[in-house]
Structure formats: C-alpha cells, structure tokens
C-alpha cells in the first residue's frame, strides 16, 4: 500500500477528530486493554473512538502517535489483508513513541483478524469498530481469542439523548415544573424516532431512520447473506415488528407469509431472523418458564431502536412504549431478562439478576382490575426470587398496595432516567 496514501488518510482524519463536538456518552474504556465496538449500524461507534482520541491529546499523547484508518474511505478501496504491515510501517515513521491504532469498521477487509490478533500480542494498544454480521460479538470472542474486550454500543438512552440536547435531568429538574415539562417534550421524540445521535441534526427524522433502515436490510442483511428474495425478507421484518409484544414462533411467522403469497420456506425464515438478529436490528426475549425448545422458537421479538420499529406502525404506541422499555432492559442486562407466561400469569418482563418484575401499560386507568395487576401478584405469590414490582406507563405515577404488595405505577421518561 503507498505510504503517501496511508498518512493522508490518517492525517486527515486527525483533522477531522480535532473538530468534532462530542457528546459524553455513559461508556467508560480500560486504556490497558483492547476493545472491539459492535453495534447498530450509526449508534455511534466512530464517535466514541473520536472521544478517546481527544482524551489521549488532552493528556499528552501527540498527534503522530494516533493511526485512525477508517476502511469506508474510497481511498482505501484497493487495500487487502497484505496491506495491514504497511500500517505499522507508516506508525514508525510518523513517531518513534508507540502507537495507538483505530481501525473502523475493519470488517471490510477480508482475513483481518489475524493482523489484530498480532497487534494484540505485540502489546499495540489497539480499538476497533464493526457493524455487520461478521463482527457479532460471540463470533468476534473465537476469532481474537480472549485478546480483546467486546463492548456493544446502542444508539442513545434517553440519559445521553437529553445530554445532547442539554436538557436537565438531575434530581431537581425531574421535580421542577417547567424542567419537568422539558423532559416530556424531550421524550416525545425520543419515543417516535428513536436514538440515533444524528437524527438530532435533521428535521425529517423519520426520514433519516428509513435510510438507515434500507442500508441494513440491504446491506449488512441481504447484500452480506447474499440474499435474493428481498420482498420475502422485508415482509418478514414488517411481520415482525407488527408482532411486537407478542411471542411468536417460526411456524407462526412463515404460515402468516404464506397467507399472503410469499413463498420461503421455514428454514429461510429461521435463516433471515437470524441475519436480523446478526445485524443488530432486532432481539429476542423468552420466557423464562419454558422449556429450552421452546425457549428458542417462541420468543418475543423487539427493535434495537424505537425510530426503526415506527417505521411500521400507524399509532400504536402500546407497542413503542414496550419496545423502549425492552430496549432498556435489553441493554442493560442482556440474556438475564425474560418475559414471564403460564398459568394465570401474563408478564411482559422479568430480570433475573435483579428480580424486577414490570408490566408495562400506555395508561393506568382502571388499571386494578387488568391483568397486569393480577399477574403481579401472582408472581409475587409464587416466585421466591421477585423482589420489586413496577408498571411503566407513558405518563401516569403513582403507587398500589395489593394484598401486601406494593406495585410502583412509573411514568416511563422517569424510569428511563433512573434506570
């Protein structure tokens, strides 16, 4: 690779990095170890790099000693997996102090992993980002061999979403009548088009999460799975999203295409969810009453954004308020948080970890007579391990004391702040 080419892509992108704004993100780095970033496509990934990059300079790392190389770069487009030594080349020469190498979206070139496994072993202090399939963090832990820490990055949670827009969300402002008021202002947007951190730039939002979108069902699904049948994997996504809240299996899913004349069979199906999954699109929830069969081919599917899940719906926000709260949920605790169904009960979440029961339901009216009340006390009567009972609505609070158990009813922007 010409070295020429090389430091003008690093140099530019330092300059770049010198003049971009960043946002303080809830993600805290070991700089001692090496990380991979997984995500969404546009969570923010490159961005995070660029806040390390800035902490480095601020104390005392010089600018030669930076190798940022973002493979998206059209200058890049020749560069294969015997180009990479050329990297550490053009690092010597830019410094004689050791390096830090920021490889972005690495994935682009074929049989990188042995070059940062190398990096890694030479004790290189080494980032990288991807957002495809081939970077899904299980598969990334085999491919490194324990030599890198994976760290998944989400589009904003309300926290950072309300930082970015420097709106106040300490103790005293969530009392304070007109912060108060700000913060539900806030929340409407957040519920309808999501987290992404550009969206915040634009006035179509809903436009831009439609262009992510297609760049994710065409690109990191069908284009890298070599899918062909396009209309049968946007129909499956569109099918899913409607069955939000709802657990659904293969079968269910690949009889409802079927009604409607499109012809895969189920293994395809299984295949497509799975690419969906891969990509960060979607995830899933079991329950944690079943057997592991069941576990595995009837779960509850959900959105890794809200804005991506409203691209499907026409005012159901029952459904959005679910998602977000399972995006939360999703991000924070990951395979410890279940649905719960059996019996007499009927609960949307259970942690676990933490023993969390939450119900989640767009209005508290009448709510007492619901089955999210009677759920809850079921749950409380026969599972030793639920400690704490919460239902989020989009705005009501207040607190119920059924049969000696206290039910915490939660407007959902507050949870989200204190959760």
């Not at 170890?33 to 969404?40: M, Q």
């Not at 957002?131 to 899904?136: H, P």
């Not at 760049?215 to 062909?228: P, T």
Request: aromatic share 14%.
């Amino acid at each position: 690779m010409n070295h020429d080419i090389l430091k003008t892509v690093i140099y530019d992108q330092h300059a770049i990095i010198k003049n971009f704004h960043i946002i303080n993100r809830e993600y805290e780095f070991d700089l001692n170890a090496n990380y991979v970033l997984v995500g969404l496509r546009r969570a923010g990934k490159s961005t995070l790099l660029y806040k390390i990059v800035q902490d480095l300079i601020d104390n005392g790392t010089d600018w030669n000693q930076i190798v940022y190389i973002n493979f998206e770069d059209e200058r890049l487009s020749e560069f294969s997996v015997n180009d990479f030594n050329d990297i550490l080349s053009v690092q010597a020469e830019m410094s004689d102090k050791k390096g830090w190498f920021f490889l972005d979206e690495i994935q682009n070139i074929e049989g990188w992993e042995k070059f940062a496994r190398r990096l890694a072993d030479s004790k290189e202090h080494v980032f990288i980002t991807g957002s495809n399939a081939r970077m899904l963090s299980a598969e990334i832990e085999n491919r490194l061999g324990g030599r890198y820490l994976t760290k998944y990055v989400t589009p904003y949670n309300f926290r950072e979403y309300l930082t970015a827009r420097e709106i106040d969300f300490t103790n005293k402002a969530i009392f304070a009548t007109k912060d108060k008021g700000k913060i539900k202002r806030e929340l409407e947007s957040y519920f309808y088009f999501g987290g992404f951190p550009e969206n915040l730039e634009y006035k179509n939002k809903r436009e831009y999460v439609s262009n992510i979108y297609q760049k994710i069902l065409l690109g990191d699904i069908a284009a890298r799975n070599g899918i062909r049948n396009n209309t049968g994997l946007k129909l499956l996504i569109k099918k899913i999203a409607e069955s939000v809240k709802d657990e659904v299996s293969y079968s269910k899913l690949y009889n409802t295409l079927k009604t409607i004349g499109v012809s895969i069979s189920k293994d395809v199906v299984i295949d497509y969810i799975g690419y969906a999954q891969q990509s960060f699109m979607i995830f899933a929830i079991r329950n944690y009453f079943s057997k592991f069969v069941d576990k595995e081919t009837t779960p509850k599917y959900y959105f890794n954004d809200n804005g991506l899940l409203n691209l499907f719906l026409n005012k159901e926000e029952p459904k959005l308020l679910e998602n977000l709260v399972a995006v939360n949920l999703w991000n924070k605790h990951k395979y410890n948080v279940y649905y719960l169904k059996g019996k007499n009960l009927d609960v949307d979440f259970f942690v676990e970890e933490t023993g969390e029961v939450i119900q989640v339901a767009y209005s508290a009216i009448n709510i007492s007579s619901d089955r999210e009340i009677k759920s809850l006390v079921e749950v409380a009567n026969s599972l030793e391990c639920a400690k704490r009972f919460v239902i989020i609505t989009y705005e009501e609070e207040k607190e119920l004391t059924l049969d000696g158990i206290k039910i915490e009813i939660i407007p959902v922007w507050k949870w989200l702040i204190r959760n």
